[in-house]
């Protein structure tokens, strides 16, 4: 019974900065990689951001210099800052979370219910 809920989405201007969060709550044991995708109105979903429990980060060449992915272990939240945003980031953002719900037992994907951003230019 996890839930991930994500907050921060929107309408911006192209060159805006927008900042996502992503809150996990249930069942939760151990969360190990966490990450944002996004999907774009007939295009694929794909991987935006991800960082694993000890901090090691990894973006699409797309977003590389602009955006950063966090965490917060205590609170069991991802963040994605956008920063300098364009047209084509326009896209519902999802996040997603490894999480083992209990010792000895194998991780899960969980996936929240998205966000959206709509970047004007």
């Known amino acids: 019974q996890v839930q991930l809920v994500e907050s921060g989405g929107g309408l911006v201007q192209a060159g805006g900065s927008l900042r996502l969060s992503c809150a996990a709550s249930?069942?939760?044991?151990?969360?190990?990689?966490m990450g944002w995708y996004r999907q774009a109105l007939g295009n694929q979903r794909e991987l935006v951001a991800s960082i694993t429990s000890d901090g090691r980060t990894q973006y699409a060449d797309s977003v590389k210099g602009r955006f950063t992915i966090s965490r917060d272990n205590a609170k069991n939240t991802v963040y994605l800052q956008m920063n300098s945003l364009k047209s084509e980031d326009t896209a519902d953002y999802y996040c997603?979370?490894?999480?083992?719900?209990?010792?000895?037992?194998?991780?899960?994907?969980?996936w929240g219910q998205g966000t959206q951003v709509t970047v004007s230019s």
């Open positions: 997603k979370a490894d999480i083992q719900s209990r010792w000895g037992v194998p991780a899960n994907e969980c």
């Open positions: 249930g069942r939760i044991f151990r969360i190990n990689n």
